[in-house]
């Protein structure tokens, strides 16, 4: 599963951070995305999947997955 997050349509809810911390993060200026991996941290892969479901601005993409 390789993820990738679109900064510019993140709209900073920070939902994928709660559901997948060692995978996602947000930019403490801008409250963005920040992919911490480009692929799920250990024993976060359905936490991933999650977020990618629950973006309200649809900028996580899994591929592979």
Sequence with gaps: MKITADTGSCVASGQCVLLAPGTFDQDEETGTV???????????????RQAELTCPAAAIRLTGA
């Design 34 to 48: 920040v992919l911490l991996a480009e692929e799920p941290a250990p024993g976060e892969e359905d936490a991933v």
